[in-house]
């Protein structure tokens, strides 16, 4: 079995999918394992070629949606003080071209306002030079920047990181010793990660958009804080919060609670109305589901039960969001806690006020 449940299987999905419909199409007999396998090595074959790096990098306007807000983050944290690091399995060329554009298209949009002059000084001057007044100079925003980390291995394996060569794109045989702001470092390893910055476990919060080479070991393994990034929860949240989504829950649950108790009783007619709310239950369930997508339903949950992903995602990212900007919406000596979530065999918040054995003077709370 090969699990697919991650945005950066969409085109093996999307492929395969093509693939074996033309098959069933054309009456062609196929052994499914065999086409998963094929699919995946031509995949994988334009990666390591270069070829989608080359022409996203040639291209960047065409194909990288612009987000200001990203800059605002980054820049708000250099600002506080805290250190940033890049990690990425990217080649240091194809960053540079789309952090480039990025970057400068952030100091063009902001050009000229009261933010630009916060951050590249205060002159009057709007166009006077700065060290991050520079679209080439967007490694400034962070205090390390490690490319072709090859992960998942990176975090397991004992490499050593080697320096890049910012302008010709070669790498220096000589050994590093100190992991520099503006430089640019190849491969390398978590375990030389931690003998260099001296980085350990709750002093860092790492953000990925994979649950393997992003979540998984970073949580596992270097016991770091993490960050999930799943773009999809925009579209969940605008879904959740429509009038028809909302109305269709409320219902479900009234149809629930009225079926629970209905089970309690043993007259025919009862029995009847009973069997008539489960019809109704299960076609507001798939009515529920299809509100998020016509052919798959949510990302995150099959009726009351969690999908594959969103438990594996549960699992190793102790936050998750939509996009790492999120965070400008909170201070940032913010401390978020999770929400106690109920057993079925514990009582829930209502109940708990509800019991009559309950007495909150013994409890040590004061009531008024």
Known sequence: MHIMSDLFCHPNVNLLADIIQYFTDQRIDFEPDTVYRDVKTAIDLVHRSGRMHETVGGNPAKYIDFNHQLFDFLLSLRKAGKHIFLLTNSNYRYVNQCMSYMYGEYIRHIRGSR???????????????????????????????????????????????????????????????????????????????????RLYSSQVLYAGDHVSADLLDPSERAMWKTVAIIKEISHEIYVMST????????????????????????????????????????VLRRSLLQM??????????????????????????????????????????YCFYAKRSFFPHEPGVNELFEADDIDPTKAGWTVE
């Open 115 to 197: 933010a630009h002059l916060q951050l590249f000084g205060q002159t009057s001057d709007v166009n006077s030079p700065s060290t991050f007044d520079c679209p080439e100079e967007w490694m400034m925003l962070f205090d390390i920047c490690i490319f072709s980390a090859r992960k998942p291995t990176f975090w397991s394996r004992s490499g050593k990181f080697r320096l890049i060569d910012r302008r010709t794109g070669t790498l220096s045989f000589r050994p590093v010793t100190e992991l520099k702001q503006g430089q640019a470092y190849d491969g390398g390893s978590l375990h030389e990660f931690e003998r260099l910055t």
């Open 243 to 282: 009038r028809e989504f909302k109305t269709s829950l409320t219902k479900l649950l009234e149809i629930e609670a009225l079926i629970d108790y209905a089970q309690r009783l043993t007259d025919d007619e009862t029995k009847a109305d009973a069997a008539e709310l489960k019809k109704q239950r299960k």
């Open 292 to 333: 998020f997508n016509s052919h798959f339903g949510s990302v995150f949950r099959t009726s009351s039960h969690r999908t594959a992903y969103f438990f594996l995602m549960s699992r190793f990212a102790d936050i998750y969001c939509s996009d790492i900007s999120c965070f400008l919406n909170y201070p940032l000596n």
